[in-house]
Every structure is written in structure tokens, then in C-alpha cells.
Nanobody, 123 residues
Framework: VQLQASGGGSVQAGGSLRLSCAVS????????MGWFRRAPGKEREFVAG????????YATDSVKGRFAISRDTAKNTVYLQMNTLKPEDTAVYYC?????????????????WGQGTLVTVSS
């Protein structure tokens, strides 16, 4: 399966961006999807995830109420809507796919990764 992330860019604090991750090569509905990020000098961390059916989502505390993950089966795409962005959200964002039926929060649980898209938030 191939994942292609897009939508990153530069924005001022308080602004919004929507990341997209297009999935190809296998049946999209087979995968639980996740978004991770790696800030400069830090480890890759979980941001948000969504189950295969889309009926369950989970987000890390630092983005709850600001970020929302969703998926469109017709377009084989998962989205991360990011609102009220903060400078500390600056990172390379990665989408990932897993065969697990629940959202996993550790990178090792995901077998497939996109190439990353850079989000820069200025104060």
C-alpha cells in the first residue's frame, strides 16, 4: 500500500491547515489510519487516529479540540483538519496505516507510512 501526504505549509499562529493522505494499492477500508508528527529534535509522536469504519477517533491531549481526523472512503483519503495552530505544532506530519482494528498510538504499530509533509507555524 502507498500513502501520499500533502497539505503542509506555513501559517501564522491561530490559523488552519488541512492535511490529506491519499492511499492506494490496497482496499482503503482495511486500514486503521493515523497521523504522527516529528518536531525538530524530538521523537515522532502520535497525533490522531481513526478506525477502519471511521466510527471511532482518538487524538492526543495536546490537539484535542483543535485537530480533527476524518476519512473519505470514496476518495481513499484520510484528512487532518488543524485549527487554532500554535508554534509548537511545527513539525513534519506523517500519515500511517495499520491492519489493527483499533487506533494504535505507537509508531511501531503501523506498517505503512507516507513521506511526510512540513507544517510551520509562526508566532
Amino acid at each position: 500500500v502507498q500513502l501520499q501526504a500533502s497539505g503542509g505549509g506555513s501559517v501564522q499562529a491561530g490559523g488552519s491547515l488541512r492535511l490529506s493522505c491519499a492511499v492506494s494499492g490496497r482496499t482503503f477500508s482495511r486500514y486503521t489510519m493515523g497521523w504522527f508528527r516529528r518536531a525538530p529534535g524530538k521523537e515522532r509522536e502520535f497525533v490522531a487516529g481513526i478506525t477502519r469504519s471511521g466510527d471511532s477517533t482518538y487524538a492526543t491531549d495536546s490537539v484535542k479540540g483543535r485537530f480533527a481526523i476524518s476519512r473519505d472512503t470514496a476518495k481513499n483519503t484520510v484528512y487532518l483538519q488543524m485549527n487554532t495552530l500554535k508554534p509548537e505544532d511545527t513539525a513534519v506530519y506523517y500519515c500511517a496505516a495499520t491492519n489493527a482494528i483499533v487506533v494504535l498510538t505507537t509508531p511501531s504499530g503501523y506498517a505503512y507510512w507516507g513521506q511526510g509533509t512540513l507544517v510551520t507555524v509562526s508566532s
